[in-house]
């Protein structure tokens, strides 16, 4: 009897020291992102098994000596041990390419890029949220080199004349709502954001303010660290929505395919290809909505274990697709977000890979 005891209290204590070494997060080095873009930087960190944590902007200049847009310094530094899955905080090198002037009237964008910088999707939401203006309420789709949008929280007859603008366009508006940068109901403070991207955070304008300025770096087209395209690579039976850029983020979060196959219940049916929700409960590090440079989305006709994608990307999740209904065994269609235009890629060829590349 005391035997069995022994025995079992042995077997109980060892299942406890399994159990308890089990839950232990194993620890990963951090590696060295200085120098890099931030998703050339999350590439690096995702294949450590660590995530891209907080970004903080300081503003560039030549004693720097590493590059424009590039991390300069990280959190915790290259070299430390940590748990695998923890986030990474980078400070990035930006030079200010947009100012802000505003008092509790009047706000003005300046834009200082070089090059036309797009209003879509930008815009000013006070901190607490109850106030936001849209910066394509100007009337111009973009702003030139020099050009400035003015809005006024009161009425006014012409445009104000404000140091460093070209062009001006303007408007009024009596909406609370949108006086997003004005003190207003106790605000402090005002967000300047990007397709949802908070560039700056800038102090809301008191009542009689003294202008105030304030200035972000906002990336125009040409230093956009997002793909203009949308790139696809697959086979009869494998499927690879894949980013092969060196330094830029492919957003996904838009990207849906139609799928036109005969034995669809309804064709033209979509697949929001960066939904997470598709790829299972992965507690991953990478972001399947935004695929840092060398991943890669990986969908197979029906179950394929050990599937190899059809070009060389780091595969970060993988679906499979009924095979009755896989959406590239006919030709699809993906909807652009720049211009809102559907476009076609062909049906797989048998034994042939087959690349489409459309614009995001």
Not at 49 to 67: C, N, T, Y
Not at 173 to 196: D, I, P
Not at 296 to 312: F, M, N, S
Request: net charge negative; charged share 15%; with cysteine.
């Amino acid at each position: 009897m005391r035997a069995y005891r022994f025995t079992l209290y042995t077997l109980v204590g060892l299942a406890l020291a399994v159990s308890s070494a089990a839950a232990q997060t194993p620890a990963v080095a951090v590696p060295d992102v200085t120098g890099l873009s931030v998703p050339a930087a999350a590439t690096r960190l995702h294949e450590a098994g660590l995530r891209l944590g907080a970004i903080e902007s300081v503003r560039w200049e030549e004693a720097s000596g590493l590059p424009v847009n590039t991390v300069s310094q990280q959190a915790p530094t290259a070299g430390e041990s940590v748990d695998a899955g923890a986030a990474i905080g980078l400070t990035v090198l930006r030079t200010p390419n947009v100012a802000l002037v505003y008092d509790d009237n009047d706000l003005t964008l300046i834009n200082q890029t070089g090059g036309n910088l797009p209003l879509a999707g930008i815009s000013l939401s006070s901190s607490d949220g109850a106030a936001l203006f849209r910066a394509d309420r100007w009337p111009v789709a973009g702003l030139g080199p020099g050009d400035c949008g003015q809005v006024w929280s009161v009425p006014r007859g012409d445009a104000k004349d404000v140091e460093g603008c070209g062009s001006i366009f303007w408007l009024t508006t009596s909406n609370n709502a949108e006086h997003a940068w004005t003190a207003l109901n106790n605000v402090t403070a005002f967000n300047l954001a990007q397709n949802g991207v908070v560039r700056t955070t800038c102090p809301a304008a008191p009542a009689n303010s003294e202008p105030i300025r304030c200035e972000a770096y906002v990336p125009a087209p040409d230093q956009a660290e997002e793909t203009a395209f949308v790139y696809f690579a697959y086979t009869d039976d494998r499927f690879v929505v894949a980013n092969p850029s060196a330094d830029q983020w492919m957003p996904l979060n838009a990207a849906t395919v139609y799928n036109f196959n005969p034995n669809m219940s309804v064709p033209g049916a979509g697949v929001p290809l960066g939904d997470p929700s598709l790829y299972g409960a992965a507690d991953r590090v990478e972001e399947v909505s935004r695929l840092a440079p060398g991943e890669c989305l990986l969908l197979t006709r029906g179950q394929l274990d050990a599937a190899t994608p059809p070009i060389p990307c780091r595969v970060i999740a993988q679906l499979s697709i009924d095979p009755t209904v896989i959406f590239w065994a006919a030709p699809f269609e993906m909807e652009s977000v720049s211009d809102g235009v559907r476009r076609a890629c062909p049906a797989s060829t048998p034994g042939k890979p087959t690349l489409c590349i459309l614009p995001r």
